[in-house]
């Protein structure tokens, strides 16, 4: 994100606006970067909507308190390419600010696809293509806390903070942050690393691509990745986990834990609710809370299962495989007991503890 300023030209936009920088700075083909700054500024109505896309760049969302307008900062970078190509690039990149009709508004960036000369000479084609004119533009607004917000961007990372309302942040690539939002938060990313924290709703974080990390989530809480790992820690709400190719943390949560992942290890620390975790090549492995009474269900179809519990648990155990072992070392009334399987009680049996594992081993083991 653009957080210095070498020069600013300001600008109160009128109610459509279209800002245009019709000269590039002059360049040498030396593959330095090259910029242009302005920043402009338009009322906003406290709790309107307000939408920002960007195709090539990054954008940053910051909520300030008791704000009656956005103020967009922007920054204009082009490398490579010739001065004449230059020229081409600045006319094309354009950034518009829109209002709708209910006192919000829609902040977008279009910057064109790599631009290659227009030389009369094959030499000039040949030489532009091996080195085209690549151009981006970052943005960062500064809008009234109170507000619904939307940030979409195609090839750039997206930010955003200190926000008092729901929030949906989307790429196609690159990585998303978001810290102190009220909430709800929907995020989604195709190739993205996600982190985030001090949600005090609801999260809904979808990812095809890459790993993602929340802490401090106020609400319920669904992650999904196809590909890539999740940690998530100190979850208030329920937490529904599902990962496909990646391992899997959880860090106490408070609600209800469900975690369904096809190939990766789970790993569940100090859960307070309910626990069921299912994953199909990977290990699982559970530290239980002491003094809760609660439901676990572990299974894993070719990995082994790992449940720790402090030294007074009471539940009742039914842990069963096919082609490993089964370790309990807790003093437990046995109700059956073969090579296969185990079912029996410990303490006064608050608890219930359902452990599959038809291709691995199944240890329960004390933690004082």
């Not at 960036?109 to 293509?129: E, K, M, N, Q, T």
């Not at 890539?228 to 959880?250: H, K, M, Q, S, T």
């Not at 990766?264 to 009474?293: C, F, H, M, Q, Y």
Request: with cysteine; glycine share 12%.
């Amino acid at each position: 994100m653009t957080r210095t300023a070498r020069g600013i030209l300001s600008a109160v936009m009128p109610l459509c606006a279209v800002l245009l920088v019709a000269a590039a700075p002059a360049g040498a083909r030396d593959g330095t970067e090259r910029g242009s700054e302005w920043s402009a500024s338009h009322p906003f109505r406290e709790g309107a909507l307000l939408r920002v896309e960007n195709r090539r760049g990054s954008v940053l969302v910051t909520g300030v308190p008791g704000a009656d307008a956005v103020e967009v900062r922007a920054r204009k970078w082009m490398e490579g390419g010739a001065p004449e190509d230059s020229a081409r690039v600045f006319a094309l990149m354009e950034i518009r600010i829109e209002p709708d009709d209910h006192g919000g508004l829609s902040v977008g960036a279009f910057v064109p696809d790599p631009i290659y000369s227009a030389g009369d000479s094959w030499w000039d084609r040949l030489r532009s293509r091996r080195d085209p004119v690549r151009a981006r533009v970052d943005l960062e607004i500064l809008a009234p806390a109170r507000c619904e917000t939307e940030i979409r961007t195609v090839s750039g990372d997206a930010a955003a903070r200190a926000l008092e309302g729901p929030l949906r942040i989307e790429t196609e690539r690159g990585d998303l942050l978001v810290e102190e939002v009220l909430g709800p938060v929907r995020v989604v990313g195709r190739h993205a690393n996600v982190t985030v924290s001090e949600i005090r709703g609801d999260l809904d974080v979808r990812v095809t691509t890459g790993e993602v990390e929340a802490r401090r989530v106020g609400g319920a809480l669904h992650a999904r990745s196809s590909s890539g790992d999740l940690y998530l820690y100190d979850i208030l709400g329920d937490a529904d986990v599902e990962g496909r190719a990646g391992d899997v943390l959880v860090e106490e949560c408070a609600g209800r834990l469900r975690v369904d992942a096809e190939s990766g290890d789970v790993e569940a620390i100090r859960p307070s609710g309910d626990v069921e975790i299912r994953t199909g090549l990977g290990d699982v492995w559970v530290r239980v809370e002491p003094g809760k009474s609660l439901r676990y269900h572990l299974e894993s179809e070719g990995g082994n299962l790992d449940l720790a519990v402090p030294g007074d648990w009471s539940a009742r155990i039914d842990a069963e495989t096919r082609t490993g072992a089964i370790q309990c070392f807790l003093p437990i009334e046995l109700k059956r007991v073969s090579r296969s399987r185990l079912q029996g009680t410990a303490g006064n049996g608050d608890s219930d503890a359902r452990l599959f594992a038809p291709g691995g081993e199944i240890r329960i083991s004390r933690v004082d």
